[in-house]
């Protein structure tokens, strides 16, 4: 999938609403291939997911905003 290396590209250089919308991509694409992926390979990249995610929490403001308020 290229769009790691794009959420990766948007997550360098500061694009963070770019970003947003690039983690929410491929959270889909993850989830739109779970039948025909094998549980350990779907978990490796539900976790890469997860940590590319944590750069997000700390600069986008709406995700800051999310973490404080729907926890």
């Known amino acids: 999938m290229y769009q790691w290396g794009k959420l990766a590209c948007e997550i ?3 694009s963070w609403d770019a970003a947003l919308e690039e983690l929410g991509s ?11 992926t094998p549980a350990v390979m779907q978990l490796q990249q539900r ?5 590319w995610a944590l750069f997000l929490l700390g600069n986008h403001v709406s995700i800051i905003y999310l973490s404080i308020y729907n926890i």
């Open 12 to 14: 360098l250089l500061g």
């Open 47 to 51: 976790a890469w997911l997860m940590h």
């Open 26 to 36: 491929l959270k889909d694409a993850i989830e739109s291939h779970a039948a025909t």
